[in-house]
Structure formats: C-alpha cells, structure tokens
C-alpha cells in the first residue's frame, strides 16, 4: 500500500491510499549510498482510480496530515541517528581499550578523549531534545512541528558529524568496507538528505520564529521538579536507603587514617 498526496479537482491537497498492485502504478527502484533497509525508488501513478473510501480524512486535508505525520517522526528519525552514533562511541572505547590491554598504546592520548567526551555531551545532549520533540508531538503540542524539523536537522548532523570524528581514533579498520562505523557513516548520510535537505528545515524553524506565532524561544514557567517530601528527609552520606543493596566502601588509605592527637585543655590558674 502506497500513501499518495495529489489535488483534487478543487485544487486542495488530499491523501489517499492506492494498493501497491494497482494498474497504472509503475515503480522504479534507487539504490541509495547508505540505508539500504530502506526501500527508495520513484512513483509513477497513469490513469489510477482512487474511491472515496481510499480518501484519508476529508479531501483537502493533506496538509494537515502530512504535517502531523512528520511531528511524530522527524524525532523518531534523530534518535535512531544518535544510536547509531552512540553505537559508534561504544565501538571505538572497546577498540581503544583492546590495544590497550594488549599492548599496542600505553594509553590513551589527550585529542582521543576530548574527542570522546565532546562526543558523548553532544550525542546525549541532542537525545534530550528528540525526547522533548517527541513528547510535544505526543501531546499535541503547538510546537511539535517546530521542534520536529529542528530535532531531525540538528539531531542527524551532530550524529553524522560525531561518527566520522570517532571512526578516525580506529585507524584503519575504522574505514574498511565491512566495518560497522563505516556502515553507520554511510547511513548517517543518507539521513542527511531523506525527509528533505536540512537547509530547508533550519529555514522552516526561521520562519516560524520570525513569525513571532509561537512566543519567547525560552519559556520561563518555574521549576517542575518535584518537591522533596518532609517525611523522607535527605540520608546522610554512606548510608542507604530502604530496598538499596549494602555497598562495600573501600578502605581509607593509611596516610588518611591517621589519627591526630589533640592535647587537653589546660586549667587557668587560680
């Protein structure tokens, strides 16, 4: 089955569903660089009959569709690019500690960790906000649409551009045909392009902000933390809590355990 978004002889756009087996209907398959899981090709309609009751929603509604549609999946779209590159993070701390242990490097250099930890703020970072996307997609939120194309452009570039600066800490293997960073890259990049080039999407969240419709960029609504309940007042530190495991405290070194010997306090003289 085939969604398929034409006009209607009123000119409105609408949506309808045409079975993939239908006369009139050509296909002609694209093999992409990268996502080769994903099926691409282009459509061809000559003469395809639609029914009314292939028509989702009401005709003109197209729109409003479509846009519904890409709230709730541009974010699913960033968060399986920032797996990808975290998968890519795992990958190359297991390659580093392999050589380690056997040898190869006596440690790692300083360049390979920040890299490492700029990686990890900014994959972790941009996973917040596609969550955050999705939650106001789920809800229905005003700025679902707004936050989706931001969440996919800036999501899918930190993930591409975080994957080609941790495959080069792997050294040669890291660019191999059948390495999985080097599959991720090619990936990686193609996200880059499907649902549109992100020049467009960075443009369309522009525009909705220069259009003033959506308010301050930054809501200031107070803390939405919960607060601490008076009946469980903070532990102190070392203990714990009621169902927590007992954890084994290390032992302090010697040169720390000392003790210091205080004098006692002399009498004043009568």
């Known amino acids: 089955m085939f969604c398929v978004f034409f006009k209607d002889p009123a000119g409105r756009l609408t949506v309808g569903v045409v079975d993939a087996g239908v006369a009139g209907l050509y296909r002609r398959p694209v093999t992409s660089a990268g996502l080769s899981r994903w099926a691409w090709g282009e459509l061809h309609l000559d003469g395809v009959r639609l029914r009314r009751r292939d028509i989702l929603a009401r005709p003109g ?12 999946y541009r974010p699913l779209v960033a968060a399986t690019a920032l797996g990808a590159a975290a998968a890519a993070c795992d990958s190359v701390i297991a390659h580093l500690d392999t050589r380690r242990k056997a040898g190869f490097i006596s440690g790692t250099r300083d360049n390979a960790l920040i890299t490492l930890g700029r990686a990890y703020a900014q994959i972790n970072a941009a996973m917040l906000a596609a969550l955050t996307a999705q939650r106001l997609s789920q ?9 989706g194309c931001a969440v996919k452009a800036h999501g899918v570039d930190v993930a591409y551009a975080a994957a080609s600066e941790l495959a080069v800490l792997a050294g ?6 059948d390495s999985p960073l080097a599959k991720g890259r090619r990936d990686l990049n193609g996200l880059l ?16 902000l220069t259009a003033g419709a959506l308010g301050p960029v930054i809501r200031s609504s107070g803390s939405r933390l919960p607060a601490r309940s008076r009946s469980r007042p903070r532990p102190r530190p070392g203990t714990r809590r009621s169902g927590e495991p007992a954890a084994r405290l290390p032992a302090p070194s010697p040169h720390l355990a000392r003790r210091t010997r205080i004098p006692p306090a002399r009498r004043p003289a009568a």
């Not at 509604?61 to 709730?72: I, N, P, Q, W, Y």
């Not at 392009?193 to 909705?208: F, Q």
């Open 61 to 72: 509604k197209g729109m409003d569709l479509l846009r519904e549609h890409f709230a709730h």
């Open 139 to 147: 809800a229905g939120d005003e700025r679902a649409e707004l936050w």
């Open 172 to 177: 040669a293997s890291g660019f191999a045909a």
């Open 193 to 208: 392009y499907a649902d549109g080039i992100h020049d467009s999407l960075y443009r369309t969240v522009g525009r909705t």
